[in-house]
């Protein structure tokens, strides 16, 4: 559909310095700093008012549906209930103060909408490709509409289910007859394993062009405000690496390094999803939520003066160059730690950001970390001073003091309804609210 970005060229003068995909990132490597396009792609457009947004997930049903609208009751009563919980969480959300909702609609290989290519997901009736009578997509973006309100759908690009036990396999095998099948059955060459999930290989061509043709079926159909891909692009973790030896021999050897092949990968996403919005419909943003660290300044000149898992070393996501390309309408980096977190500063980290935008024409929103509010922390513990409030108050108060930042996003809606946080939700709401 989208047709293939030709492969960036390595740079010949500093390849032989770009390390292999390891744990150690290579040392002392100033990442080249592309130009600006001379025609972005993205225009920065002037919005009325800071974007106040929360992210609303439903992987793993952790901020919506509702469990108990799943568990033993008929299709009636769990739609009516479902729709209920989330027209109860927009009024509250409105009444914070939110006006853009960033709603998880692809939260693995599975779809809260009634796509052509991927089956519906079991989050919304606990089976795999079970119509559940509705669509809740164009049911969220009725409410907030209807609301004053803007939705982004959320999509993790390359999960395909949270775990990978024998329960989740035969689940997915039994897709099969289904109409669309999941991709784990019709494309079983495309799937690994990483982080003990499922997952698709970001070096396949193929797989790249099908979550681009996903985006696409979106956008087309769906009166959306934006699109967002969250941090989960390689997403490994210590004990179960991603194996794309294989990938890496037939699409990579063009690169000095396996690293630099991984991100080229990544940045090829990146740019063929923002052009296949753009091209569908140029008023659609698009916007990444990465790690908040790009890279620490120990390993290259440009990066934060930070000790953080850095996106360009741990993700293979070189998100400051998406930016520099004009490939983004914004970028939002989860700042997920106090003032006070020496390792990884909230001034320091928004700041660096704040740099990196300025001579482009993305726009920045900051993610905050709502859920460590009113969480007890020995290494953060900020967080719980008077509810976490003072530090939550320094936040914000630095988000809508730098001319770059343009606004903040809470991560997560759920946070909002426990009681450790109350202090911080009436703050939000003397803040924010009208």
């Given at each position: 559909?989208?047709?293939?970005?030709?492969?960036?060229?390595?740079?010949?003068?500093?390849?032989?310095?770009?390390?292999?995909?390891?744990?150690?990132?290579?040392?002392?490597?100033?990442?080249?700093?592309?130009?600006?396009?001379?025609?972005?792609?993205?225009?920065?457009?002037?919005?009325?008012?800071?974007?106040?947004?929360?992210?609303?997930?439903?992987?793993?049903?952790?901020?919506?549906?509702?469990?108990?609208?799943?568990?033993?009751?008929?299709?009636?009563?769990?739609?009516?209930?479902?729709?209920?919980?989330?027209?109860?969480?927009?009024?509250?959300?409105?009444?914070?103060?939110?006006?853009?909702?960033?709603?998880?609609?692809?939260?693995?290989?599975?779809?809260?909408?009634?796509?052509?290519?991927?089956?519906?997901?079991?989050?919304?009736?606990?089976?795999?490709?079970?119509?559940?009578?509705?669509?809740?997509?164009?049911?969220?973006?009725?409410?907030?509409?209807?609301?004053?309100?803007?939705?982004?759908?959320?999509?993790?690009?390359?999960?395909?289910?949270?775990?990978?036990?024998?329960?989740?396999?035969?689940?997915?095998?039994?897709?099969?007859?289904?109409?669309?099948?999941?991709?784990?059955?019709l494309h079983r060459d495309w799937i690994r394993t990483a982080g003990d999930r499922y997952v698709l290989d970001p070096g396949i061509?193929?797989?790249?062009?099908?979550?681009?043709?996903i985006v696409a079926e979106v956008v087309s159909r769906y009166p959306v405000d934006g699109v967002q891909f969250d941090d989960y692009?390689?997403?490994?973790?210590?004990?179960?690496?991603?194996?794309?030896?294989?990938?890496?021999?037939?699409?990579?050897?063009?690169?000095?390094?396996?690293?630099?092949?991984?991100?080229?990968?990544?940045?090829?996403?990146?740019?063929?999803?923002?052009?296949?919005?753009?091209?569908?419909?140029?008023?659609?943003?698009?916007?990444?939520?990465?790690?908040?660290?790009?890279?620490?300044?120990?390993?290259?000149?440009?990066?934060?003066?930070?000790?953080?898992?850095?996106?360009?070393?741990?993700?293979?996501?070189?998100?400051?160059?998406?930016?520099?390309?004009?490939?983004?309408?914004?970028?939002?980096?989860?700042?997920?730690?106090?003032?006070?977190?020496?390792?990884?500063?909230?001034?320091?980290?928004?700041?660096?950001?704040?740099?990196?935008?300025?001579?482009?024409?993305?726009?920045?929103?900051?993610?905050?970390?709502?859920?460590?509010?009113?969480?007890?922390?020995?290494?953060?513990?900020?967080?719980?001073?008077?509810?976490?409030?003072?530090?939550?108050?320094?936040?914000?108060?630095?988000?809508?003091?730098?001319?770059?930042?343009?606004g903040t996003i809470l991560f997560r809606e759920n946070n909002l309804n426990q009681p450790q946080a109350q202090d911080a939700v009436?703050?939000?709401?003397?803040?924010?609210?009208?």
């Amino acid at each position: 559909m989208a047709q293939h970005l030709k492969r960036s060229s390595v740079l010949i003068a500093w390849a032989f310095l770009l390390a292999s995909c390891s744990s150690t990132p290579p040392k002392s490597l100033v990442t080249p700093l592309p130009p600006v396009a001379k025609q972005p792609l993205v225009q920065k457009s002037q919005r009325n008012e800071p974007v106040r947004g929360v992210w609303l997930a439903t992987v793993s049903r952790l901020d919506w549906p509702p469990v108990s609208s799943v568990n033993g009751v008929n299709p009636a009563s769990r739609n009516q209930q479902q729709q209920k919980a989330l027209t109860d969480k927009l009024d509250n959300l409105k009444s914070l103060g939110i006006n853009t909702v960033f709603f998880q609609v692809k939260p693995d290989g599975t779809a809260l909408w009634p796509s052509r290519i991927l089956p519906w997901s079991d989050m919304l009736t606990g089976k795999i490709g079970q119509d559940p009578g509705y669509d809740p997509l164009q049911f969220m973006l009725d409410e907030a509409h209807k609301r004053g309100m803007k939705v982004h759908a959320w999509f993790n690009p390359y999960r395909v289910s949270t775990n990978t036990r024998p329960g989740t396999v035969a689940e997915l095998n039994r897709t099969l007859s289904l109409n669309p099948a999941s991709v784990f059955v019709l494309h079983r060459d495309w799937i690994r394993t990483a982080g003990d999930r499922y997952v698709l290989d970001p070096g396949i061509p193929e797989a790249r062009d099908w979550i681009a043709s996903i985006v696409a079926e979106v956008v087309s159909r769906y009166p959306v405000d934006g699109v967002q891909f969250d941090d989960y692009f390689y997403a490994e973790s210590a004990g179960s690496a991603l194996n794309d030896n294989a990938t890496w021999r037939q699409y990579g050897q063009q690169f000095a390094s396996k690293a630099d092949w991984r991100r080229d990968n990544t940045q090829q996403l990146i740019a063929q999803v923002s052009r296949t919005i753009k091209q569908i419909n140029p008023n659609v943003e698009f916007g990444v939520s990465p790690a908040g660290v790009w890279r620490n300044r120990s390993h290259d000149p440009a990066g934060s003066d930070t000790r953080g898992a850095a996106a360009y070393d741990e993700s293979f996501a070189d998100t400051r160059r998406w930016v520099q390309q004009g490939l983004l309408d914004y970028i939002a980096p989860q700042l997920y730690w106090p003032f006070a977190r020496d390792a990884a500063r909230y001034d320091v980290l928004a700041k660096w950001w704040a740099d990196v935008v300025k001579p482009t024409h993305t726009r920045l929103y900051i993610g905050v970390a709502l859920y460590k509010v009113g969480e007890p922390s020995s290494k953060e513990p900020d967080w719980t001073v008077n509810g976490g409030v003072p530090e939550l108050k320094k936040q914000l108060d630095l988000n809508e003091s730098e001319p770059q930042i343009d606004g903040t996003i809470l991560f997560r809606e759920n946070n909002l309804n426990q009681p450790q946080a109350q202090d911080a939700v009436r703050y939000l709401r003397s803040r924010w609210g009208s």
